[in-house]
DNA sequence: CGGCTCATTGATAACTCTCAACGCAGGTGG
DNA sequence: CCACCTGCGTTGAGAGTTATCAATGAGCCG
């Protein structure tokens, strides 16, 4: 039987709110899902049924239109969180990204936890505007930034949110050279990007080109001049 | 002396949570304050001091890069909340768009009320976490949507969100014939969807010429055929 | 060693931006 | 009362960036 001690992210998920007893209660309503790459959580325009923490893994949230176009609207780390609690239809799919392991709950369970933890519900609140945040501050990116700086923002933005899990700046290695494995394809990067996948690749080749970064294989990647990169980023 | 009965938004503001006695203990934090149309309450990047509720007019939340290029996160109207509760910077200005009222407490006043009354929070809860479901949904759009997609998209949203202060479908006028005043200079619709303001017109123009909508004026729309309005949007 | 997927590269087209001129409306002052 | 000025919007011509279409290349697994 698995317990809420060892998770991982038991002091930073929105769990961080409850005492003991609480998280024994919440614990039960709960159960752990391991998901693969690729594999879905939620499902677009869907009553909203589940939510969820995230333990381990990246997961993106997506919504398309019709024809097929599709739009990254975010990216979930561990510790965050996942679902529309309180209602309301899904209004973009969740999959993973790499092999996730996910605390799922049923919506009505998890509505009914909550309204009766105001400290949950309290966390639940900050985490949700800092998200807003987020997600506002990309819309700048989206409907302002050009090809390169989109690229160059989004490498940054990605080694900020990786840093907790992987400190890949080798003892020895250089300041500022930092190396990370990219969660997302190409075409993925290019969903969230609002790019193409051949815009997104020739970025790629390009900052290579100038020395900026460097590419050691299709997944990985190294910044070796990240002065540069923030100038790129246009900001 | 003003008090909250009359208030316009009072039972669909997060105020609605409330009962008599804290609705009054509420009061005694805020104050009203009118906004002439171009004026700023809150500018990107400084200490979050202020939150609001918006009771009359419309509102732009806008963030912008050093070289000028802005764009527009957000629009708030009447029963809306504004600002950044629990610390943190505002990520971005709060702006008039048109003549307005709101109720403004300062953050810190605020934040100590909300901790104490966890129905407002659940209620700003759920605000939240809608506007963040909205604020998705328009990444779509500016990351995948053409020009004349998101023009089309945008006056069709305009039309729902400003429908409960002006049902001016005319008595006696056809079926679907909506006609409504803008709120945003054509500039401020460029910042909206992450065009420019020449290609804003020549879009307006456009759905003009093909019968779609009319503009009496600058200001005003009419939209003639919402159905190919619609499809304009791409769905 | 194929056969697959995914990424890169190239050539071309399309869309949107940029720069520039013009037009319209409202306000001001002669 | 009209002329002018100013701000905003429209229109046009051309350039630039990104998308599209197509082919090639690299890695992975059977």
Chains 1, 2 share one sequence.
Request: with cysteine; glycine share 8%.
């Amino acid at each position: 039987m698995s317990s809420c001690d060892q998770c991982l992210v038991r002091n930073r998920a929105i769990c961080a709110s409850l005492d003991k007893d609480e998280i024994n209660a919440l614990n039960a309503i709960g159960r752990r899902r391991t998901l693969a790459a690729g594999e879905s959580l939620i499902w677009e325009g869907e009553d909203s049924v589940l939510v969820a923490n995230v333990i381990e893994g990246v997961l993106k949230l997506a919504t398309g239109m019709e024809d097929g176009r599709e739009q990254i609207v975010g990216v979930v780390y561990p510790s965050d969180f996942i679902g529309r609690p309180f209602g309301g239809t899904t209004s973009h799919g969740v999959t993973a990204l790499t092999e996730s392991r996910v605390c799922v709950f049923s919506r009505r369970d998890f509505d009914g936890f909550a309204s009766s933890h105001p400290a949950l519900e309290h966390k639940l609140l900050q985490r949700t505007l800092q998200e807003l945040d987020r997600t506002r501050r990309w819309m700048l990116l989206l409907g302002r930034k050009s090809a390169s700086e989109k690229v160059a923002s989004f490498l940054l933005d990605l080694v900020e949110r990786l840093a907790p899990a992987t400190c890949d700046t080798h003892a020895g290695a250089e300041p500022g050279v930092t190396r990370f494995t990219l969660p997302f394809s190409r075409q993925q990067i290019a969903d969230v990007l609002g790019l193409t996948i051949e815009t997104v690749s020739r970025q790629f080749t390009r900052l290579k080109g100038e020395g900026i970064i460097d590419l050691p294989s299709r997944r990985d990647v190294v910044i070796l001049d990240r002065p540069a990169l923030v100038i790129e980023s246009g900001g």
